[in-house]
């Protein structure tokens, strides 16, 4: 990576944008960019009301891209996702009208309450930026972004994401509840209208495409590639860990420290880029077992624990 400044300058604009939509919640929307430089999806696990619907639009309106909202159901059927092939008597054959998928920002909003068969309609989707539909595959365009959300209060009427489908989220976020004074100010910009109307783009599709590519440059030592490894193994060998970290983990984990590298201004990744991506990469893809559960043991915690237990790359033991 010649020339990284692009980078956080192109993340730096976007944020500040959407910062006026969602205040005092600047490190949410910095993860949410680099899920999108990454090229992966990002899952957002909170309560309804703090704003995860307009950080999609912000974002895609700051972008410029095209944005599309699945509010998900019980009685939602994979065809309301992906589309459907219709019968056009004037020209006597089948014609394919594109479902809400077909966007480049999509919000998948309450996902947990679609059925697993719903759910899974999303996998291709995210994984191979394709749809399938009666044995034809179309090509979804790009830059592509899933935006998740689900409530993690509300219980009744859900269906768990399975392990495969979260494993797909290269990061879980919260947005938590905003300070005092940013609440104050939320009532003031939403007097008269709200400040979705005033967001503008603020840089292009070709740029986000290059701040990617670029990302893709950034050097990572192969000591830091032992020390992304050290850590989503110990995952899988801690005692409250039922299943640790795939090595789709792993790889989360390697791409989004070179995106953090990026923002940052560096083309190479340092240990502190790895911890500070650790637990919003890792941590929603353990299971914990049963007997650390009822103790209220944390995976964010367990992934803490695994760094504060591994050597740092480069750190001198005191004498």
């Known amino acids: 990576m010649t020339d990284p400044h692009p980078v956080p300058k192109l993340v730096e604009n976007i944020v500040d944008n959407v910062e006026r939509v969602i205040m005092g919640k600047r490190n949410a929307i910095e993860q949410t960019l680099l899920a999108l430089l990454c090229e992966g999806h990002l899952l957002i696990e909170d309560v309804p009301g703090l704003g995860k619907t307009m950080l999609a639009r912000a974002i895609a309106r700051s972008i410029g891209c095209q944005f599309s909202r699945i509010q998900f159901t019980p009685d939602m059927l994979p065809s309301d996702v992906t589309g459907v092939s219709v019968y056009n008597q004037k020209s006597?054959?089948?014609?394919?009208?594109?479902?809400?998928?077909?966007?480049?920002?999509?919000?998948?909003?309450e996902i947990n309450r679609a059925t697993p068969k719903t759910q899974a309609a999303l996998l291709e989707a995210m994984e191979e930026r394709q749809v399938t539909v009666d044995g034809v595959t179309y090509a979804l365009a790009r830059p592509f972004l899933v935006l998740a959300t689900q409530n993690p209060i509300e219980y009744e009427g859900t269906f768990p994401l399975p392990e495969a489908q979260i494993d797909r989220f290269i990061m879980r976020i919260h947005l938590g509840y905003p300070e005092r004074q940013h609440e104050i100010a939320m009532l003031d910009s939403q007097a008269d209208h709200h400040p979705i109307a005033d967001i503008r783009q603020v840089t292009t599709e070709a740029e986000l495409r290059a701040a990617q590519e670029a990302v893709k440059t950034v050097y990572v030592d192969e000591q830091i590639?032992?020390?992304?490894?050290?850590?989503?193994?110990?995952?899988?060998?801690?005692?409250d860990v039922y299943l640790g970290a795939s090595p789709r983990g792993s790889l989360a984990l390697f791409k989004t420290a070179r995106a953090y590298a990026a923002v940052q201004g560096r083309d190479y990744v340092l240990p502190d880029d790895v911890k500070a991506l650790a637990a919003a990469t890792l941590a929603h893809?353990?299971?914990?077992?049963?007997?650390?559960?009822?103790?209220?043991?944390?995976?964010?915690?367990?992934?803490?624990?695994?760094?504060?237990?591994i050597a740092v790359p480069g750190a001198r033991v005191s004498p």
């Open 92 to 109: 006597q054959e089948f014609e394919f009208r594109p479902g809400p998928i077909f966007a480049q920002i999509v919000l998948a909003d």
């Open 285 to 309: 893809r353990l299971i914990i077992s049963p007997s650390a559960r009822i103790k209220n043991v944390d995976p964010i915690t367990v992934v803490q624990e695994t760094l504060n237990a």
């Open 225 to 239: 590639k032992q020390y992304i490894i050290a850590i989503t193994s110990a995952t899988r060998h801690h005692d």
